[in-house]
Nanobody, 126 residues
C-alpha cells in the first residue's frame, strides 16, 4: 500500500524559508516521478514543481528562482525547498507520485499523478 506523508509546513513571515518533506511508504523515490502541488482557499489546485524519475526538473512560473525540488534516494525522501516566500504562496501543499515516466509537458499536470499525500499547510504573513 502506497502512502505519502508530507511535513515541514508552518507559518513564516514574507521573505522566509521552509523545507517541505515527503516521506513515502510502499514505494521508492528512485522509481517514480514526483511532484509538489498546492491549493489555496477558493482556488484551483496548481502545480509547484516536479521531477521525473530520470531527473528532469520543472518549476511553475510562479515559483521559479525561489523553490527547488530535490530527492534523497538514500533516505527515500522528496523535498521542496521554498525561499523568499510570499503571502500568495499560502496554501495546502501536497506531494504526489506516479510510476509513469512523464514527459516535460505532463510533469506539472495533476492528472498525471495517481498517489497523493494529505498535505501540509504553509502560511506566509506579510
Amino acid at each position: 500500500q502506497v502512502q505519502l506523508v508530507e511535513s515541514g509546513g508552518g507559518s513564516v513571515q514574507s521573505g522566509g524559508s521552509l523545507r517541505l518533506s515527503c516521506a513515502p511508504s510502499g514505494i521508492t523515490i528512485s522509481g517514480n516521478s514526483w511532484g509538489w502541488f498546492r491549493r489555496a482557499p477558493g482556488k484551483e489546485r496548481e502545480a509547484v514543481a516536479a521531477v521525473n524519475r530520470d531527473g528532469t526538473l520543472r518549476n511553475a512560473d510562479a515559483v521559479k528562482g525561489r523553490f527547488t525540488v530535490s530527492r534523497d534516494i538514500a533516505k527515500n525522501r522528496f523535498y521542496l525547498q521554498m525561499n523568499s516566500l510570499k503571502p500568495e504562496d499560502t496554501a495546502m501543499y501536497y506531494c504526489a507520485t506516479t510510476a509513469t515516466v512523464l514527459s516535460r509537458w505532463t510533469l506539472l499536470s495533476p492528472s498525471a499523478y495517481n498517489y497523493w499525500g494529505q498535505g501540509t499547510q504553509v502560511t506566509v504573513s506579510s
